[in-house]
């Protein structure tokens, strides 16, 4: 064997060697592992298998409710939040960005609240200017707005009209009986176009698109009713509160079905409308209702109108600044910085029944009037649009992430509107933990089968008056955020919002009531 034979053999020995060591260092490794798992099963006493997580039955009704097959194509935004213990107890899609429809006034009564505070009025001024001589007014009288959405309001228990015969009667203490001049609305308080730009215009002229002017009056509403005529045509024939000048394009049609929808286009400060869709053709009477095109002029004829049937004589006309402006801008140039004279101030509720009555009943034009007057608050500019600045400006200062969070409103009219799950919990959240009105905010939303828009949700079942909840619902979005308490005791704070269902409202409606049932008796 020669040298390179023999070191050859040595190698392979050695490799061998290597090999072996490697062999047993691993057998001891796996001895020591095995002699842990002993140690740590002694510790413990006993061994416990891996089990998948068990669902209880609020999980699963929340899963049937997900998995619903009407939910295929919808988008779906859930979470609830135990206050008892401070932590989620269920979440899905909690931030995704969803249309909210009127759970987003959430947001504009809590900042509202917050921000001009639960005892903060709003007024509209009787004025006038010129002088008054041997019982002639030798000038004009102004109606200045302060966007007051309660002026004529029938939501607080007083006479519609009371606020008329105030107004006379005080122009009657200053012993006038005659005025040269004109009644002048003044709306200028609120920017004049106050429509939000974003609401449909299809849906302008219909009750629920009340937009919030610097005067508001009768809930900025009208009623228009129908009757039947000799070949069975719809024909309107009564219109209340009664607009000068009004007109209408009826192409109703009778109803081939049981259900009738008859709605109307129309256009702000247009006195002009279309009345489109179905009535019923077994109805002596249809009342439809519609947004008041042009509120300040309405409040200006019907005060020109009251001082006319007090025998006062008037030699102008009724109009509002606008109008001037627009049309004879020589009286408007006399009139604008003239000294006036208040005659009187009319005092609007507090912001606290402006919150209740916004949230139990979704006003959609008290939603408006905050939203402007939280405007005028931070930038001298009563709009849509610096209201929303202004309530986003809020939402950031008490540390709510506002992403995914869009208000072109502040009722939820508009469909451009996004807001999370989550985002309506943390509001609800902040308001019941961190603000001083705690308890204005909490009484404002509607109670399950016992006050406003929740008056017949889960009326005949063990949910009803454990829910606290503003809602909110349009063409293919529904939404509820509120409180529940479960029978167990816990305390909850959720929100629920689907979009892009494949039900129609009413059977979505019961869906969410057999969830929210199932989560009060959650154990």
């Not at 796996?30 to 998948?52: A, L, Y």
């Not at 008892?84 to 107890?89: A, F, I, M, P, R």
């Not at 900042?111 to 000038?139: C, H, P, R, S």
């Not at 004529?152 to 009371?162: A, C, I, M, P």
């Amino acid at each position: 064997m020669n040298k390179i034979e023999r070191k050859t053999k040595q190698h392979r020995k050695f490799n061998i060697l290597i090999s072996v060591i490697a062999v047993l260092l691993s057998i001891q490794a796996c001895k020591n592992n095995t002699d842990n798992k002993k140690n740590d099963i002694s510790q413990n006493d006993t061994i416990k298998e891996i089990t998948p997580h068990i669902k209880d039955s609020f999980e699963i009704a929340c899963d049937k409710f997900i998995n619903d097959t009407s939910m295929f194509n919808a988008a779906i935004g859930i979470y609830f939040y135990d206050t008892n213990n401070k932590k989620v107890l269920f979440q899905h899609n909690s931030n995704l960005a969803l249309i909210p429809a009127s759970t987003l006034k959430l947001f504009t009564t809590a900042a509202a609240l917050e921000i001009l505070g639960a005892n903060k009025y709003f007024y509209t001024y009787l004025q006038y200017d010129g002088k008054i001589i041997d019982n002639v007014l030798q000038g004009n009288i102004y109606i200045k707005g302060g966007g007051d959405p309660t002026l004529g309001s029938k939501f607080f228990n007083v006479n519609t009209s009371d606020f008329l015969d105030k107004w006379s009667n005080e122009i009657k203490k200053l012993n006038i009986d005659s005025i040269t001049g004109h009644i002048i609305a003044d709306a200028s308080f609120f920017e004049e176009e106050y429509v939000p730009p974003t609401w449909s215009y299809g849906e302008i002229g219909e009750y629920y698109c009340t937009a919030a002017c610097g005067i508001n009056v009768y809930d900025n509403q009208y009623d228009l009713t129908f009757y039947t005529g000799k070949k069975g045509r719809y024909k309107a024939t009564k219109i209340v509160p009664y607009i000068p000048d009004f007109y209408y394009d009826n192409k109703t049609l009778l109803a081939t079905k049981e259900k009738a929808l008859a709605y109307i286009i129309a256009m702000p400060y247009q006195n002009e409308v279309i009345l489109k869709g179905t009535v019923m053709s077994n109805s002596a009477n249809y009342t439809i209702t519609g947004a008041i095109p042009d509120p300040p002029l309405l409040v200006a004829y019907q005060l020109y109108e009251k001082l006319k049937s007090n025998n006062i004589t008037i030699k102008g006309e009724y109009t509002t600044l606008k109008n001037l402006e627009k049309y004879n801008d020589s009286i408007y140039n006399q009139i604008v910085g003239k000294k006036r004279t208040n005659i009187f101030t009319q005092s609007s509720v507090n912001m606290a029944a402006i919150v209740n009555n916004t949230n139990q009943r979704s006003n959609n034009l008290f939603a408006e009037t905050l939203l402007s007057q939280l405007g005028i608050h931070f930038f001298s500019h009563g709009s849509p649009e610096s209201g929303t600045i202004a309530v986003i400006k809020f939402l950031n200062s008490i540390g709510i992430d506002t992403r995914g969070l869009n208000m072109f409103d502040g009722s939820g009219v508009s469909r451009y509107n996004t807001t999370t799950a989550k985002q309506l919990v943390d509001i609800i959240k902040y308001m019941q933990d961190s603000s001083k009105n705690s308890q204005v905010f909490y009484n404002s939303l509607p109670v399950s089968g016992e006050s406003g828009t929740m008056f017949y949700f889960a009326k005949e079942s063990v949910a009803k008056g454990k829910i606290r909840a503003k809602t909110g619902s349009m063409s293919n979005a529904r939404s509820y955020a509120g409180h529940i308490k479960c029978l167990s005791g816990k305390e909850l704070i959720f929100s629920v919002i689907v979009n892009n269902h494949n039900c129609d409202n009413p059977e979505l409606k019961v869906k969410i009531e057999e969830l929210l049932i199932s989560t009060v008796k959650f154990q």
